[in-house]
């Protein structure tokens, strides 16, 4: 259930055609059925009826000879699954070839389509229980006419089957309602972690999307032994390119989707047990192209080629009849590859829902994280050191959940250090150290300097864009090529968000050896970031003073003071720009540089403080997440 991208068709995903080949010339997945309620119905409050009416014949298309839509339960073929929802519908097949590769027999699997795209989560509430939720600012959230009705319309009929679990892909409606940027620029800045509301507080997103999950679990199971009281529930985060325009939003809106706990599924008592969630930032559309300006495409996007063999294409996707290319669906709104999504689910299902303990069903969670002295060095599975180098430096570890990794390992994917190190170079050297010098612990005023150039900026292809940019941009991005600099940063200042390595300088390296055997650091990752940045001169510069040829203050730094860290803390994170720019450079699933080494999951985005021993070049710092998160 849920909007438009659960209710996005296989006719819209990309490897739709490797499926029609499995059903119609291998005839597999025939442990799978279909029901398909397509006709949208809103039920006012007290006129819910629990049974289906009478299903109406299916819609034929009368130059094709084909069904329109298929209606009850229908066994599949490429015919019938061609309009059926992509997302659901691989979560099946995954789950299918799960079993299969490990020599068991195919589960038999019903899945219910039951979705409405452009709607809201307070249509699928209870409409009773949306009072128990204020909105993100803490005000009341009316009950108004509507609210409720597509529960009572598309929920309510099924309540009476017997069910094993849900699945939900829903919220790009609902990102504007966010708490606004305090610069109230759009598209620039974000107001904090729960500008999307924090179930702790029963406030904004956070808490309707735990009141869906309690209500629906109530509703299923108010007769005794039926459906389970704690039926697992699967979310979709959103994907990159999907938050309609109120990008500043999406990265605090994808932890409201977890009801604030960061990861699925939630502790004991938190109503959110036995959840589970599909990573989608990193699954947005690869590209897409566009005939004239700002008209979205509806013909063929040029980067799929290899994913409709057999098929060269079906007909009436475009003008010319057939196409040999996935047609897109208003763009890079409902991003087609859905197959992605359904195989996180499955493998997040066959562990949360199955109980399969060998199973990996997550990326990397964060765990806590440690942030040496200045200039000490620590590698993996040797003592620490203090290291000569040149400028003043930390090395921040960040630690992931052992246990949640199971038998797999964090693996960081190297980037190109002529790229990323350079760039980053280039960032730190646009930081106008004298603006933060004066700036002391104004974090107004420290934002602000992020706009200013000095001199050994000039002609460097980075500038810091503070926080979160605007049209999906990236924090930081490297100019030439539109791409993100590196979706893992670093806090200075309590303000200023600026990108760390992942390649330069950070240690990627593989964590299983040739054996498979896990190296040291397998659960971790190393980056290292400047704390001092040259000074102007007579800000606090001892005498003598050097005049250094770009103008800065020899042996005189502004010291920046790391207040946080996060990873993969905006719309598009790992391919960045504005999503136009994939028209020229697809952006692949799967592109950003955290992930698991087997199961290539990619890591769970986090944004934490930082908390110091002391303030001075000795302290050691640790992460602090924003309760209910533990880390």
């Known amino acids: 259930s849920g909007q438009s991208n659960m209710e996005l068709p296989m006719a819209h995903a990309l490897t739709r055609n490797r499926t029609y080949a499995a059903l119609d010339e291998r005839s597999q997945y025939t442990n799978i059925r279909t029901f398909a309620r397509y006709k949208h119905v809103q039920v006012p409050d007290g006129q819910e009826i629990y049974v289906l009416p009478p299903q109406q014949p299916a819609s034929w298309d009368k130059r094709t000879g084909l069904p329109n839509a298929y209606n009850g339960w229908t066994r599949p073929n490429s015919s019938s699954v061609d309009s059926f929802s992509a997302a659901c ?28 795209g452009g709607t809201k989560i307070e249509d699928w509430v209870v409409n009773s229980s949306i009072p128990g939720c204020k909105n993100a600012s803490g005000g009341v959230i009316f009950r108004k006419p509507g609210y409720g009705s597509i529960n009572n319309g598309m929920i309510a009929p099924f309540v009476n089957y017997t069910i094993f679990g849900v699945l939900w892909y829903q919220g790009e409606n609902n990102v504007g309602d966010c708490l606004p940027s305090p610069t109230h620029e759009k598209g620039v800045g974000d107001a904090g972690l729960a ?17 869906l999950v309690t209500t629906w679990r109530k509703q299923w199971s108010a007769t005794p032994n039926t459906t389970s009281p704690m039926f697992p529930l699967g979310i979709v985060s959103l994907a990159a390119g999907t938050s309609e325009g109120n990008s500043q939003n999406m990265p605090n809106f994808r932890l409201a989707q977890t009801a604030s706990f960061g990861f699925l599924p ?21 590209g897409f192209r566009q ?11 040029p980067f799929q080629e290899n994913y409709d063999a057999p098929y060269p294409g079906r007909v009436g996707y475009s003008a010319g009849g057939y196409q040999s290319f996935t047609k897109q669906f208003m763009g890079g709104l409902h991003p087609r590859p859905k197959q992605t999504i359904g195989r996180r689910l499955a493998l997040a299902a066959q562990a949360v829902a199955y109980g399969d303990t060998s199973v990996p069903f997550t990326g990397p969670v964060l765990k806590g994280c440690t942030v040496y002295p200045e200039n000490t060095q620590c590698v993996y599975g040797q003592p620490c050191k203090k290291n000569a180098w040149q400028s003043r430096q930390r090395q921040i570890t960040i630690n992931f959940d052992e246990a949640l990794l199971r038998d797999d390992a964090v693996k960081v994917w190297p980037t190109a250090p002529d790229t990323e190190g350079l760039t980053i170079t280039a960032l730190y050297s646009c930081l106008n150290a004298t603006c933060l010098e004066v ?14 150039k000095t001199p050994p900026c000039t002609g460097f292809a980075g500038i810091p864009i503070p926080n979160n940019g605007a049209n999906g941009v ?18 200075f200042n309590g303000a200023l968000w600026m990108p760390a390595s992942l390649s330069y300088g950070a240690q990627p390296r593989t964590a299983v050896d040739g054996n498979g055997t896990r190296m040291p650091g397998w659960s971790s990752v190393i980056t290292t970031v400047p704390t001092g940045l040259p000074l102007g001169c007579s800000i606090g510069c001892p005498p003598p003073e ?3 040829p770009d103008q800065y203050c020899v042996n005189c730094t502004h010291t920046l003071k790391i207040t946080g860290v996060r990873y993969a803390w905006s719309e598009s994170p790992c391919c960045g720009g504005n999503l136009g720019t994939s028209m020229i450079i697809p952006c692949p699933v799967n592109s950003c540089p955290i992930s698991t080494y087997n199961s290539t999951l990619p890591a769970v985005p986090f944004s934490a403080t930082i908390v110091m021993s002391n303030d001075t070049d000795a302290g050691v710092g640790t992460c602090a997440c924003a309760p209910p998160q533990v880390c």
């Open 89 to 116: 519908w691989f979560f099946a097949q995954e789950l299918t070839d799960i079993a299969l590769t490990a020599n068991k027999t195919a589960p038999i699997i019903g899945i219910i389509q039951s979705a409405w």
């Open 195 to 211: 500008s999307c509301g924090n179930s702790l507080d029963a406030t904004g997103y956070a808490c309707l999307q735990r009141t």
């Open 439 to 452: 700036c002391g612990a104004n974090q107004t005023c420290v934002w602000g300097c992020a706009h200013l």
């Open 291 to 301: 005939p004239k300006p700002f008209i979205l495409s509806e013909v063929d996007s």
């Open 474 to 491: 990236a924090p930081h991005m490297h100019y030439l090529t539109g791409r993100s600099v590196s979706p893992l940063e670093v806090q």
């Open 266 to 286: 939630g502790p004991t008592g938190s109503g959110m047990e036995s959840t589970f969630i599909a990573q989608g930032y990193d699954a947005g559309d690869p």
């Open 546 to 548: 050097r005049i250094h």
